[in-house]
């Protein structure tokens, strides 16, 4: 799989925050967004709704 990357803008307090809980952790801020991402629900998606979804 190749990486993709993403840029963010976000205060320089949730940036510290980020880098902090990632030291204390012993983990990389990557590894610490890709877990945030990963622990997302997935909402219910009626399957005979015409909304598309996005690619």
């Known amino acids: 799989m190749k990486d993709k990357y993403i840029r963010v803008r976000t205060s320089e307090r949730r940036l510290n925050k980020l880098r902090l ?13 890709d877990e945030l ?16 979804l996005p690619p």
């Open 21 to 33: 809980y990632a030291a204390l952790t012993e983990k990389t801020m990557t590894q610490v967004i």
């Open 37 to 52: 991402i990963d622990s997302l629900k997935m909402p219910e998606i009626d399957k005979n709704s015409d909304t598309p």
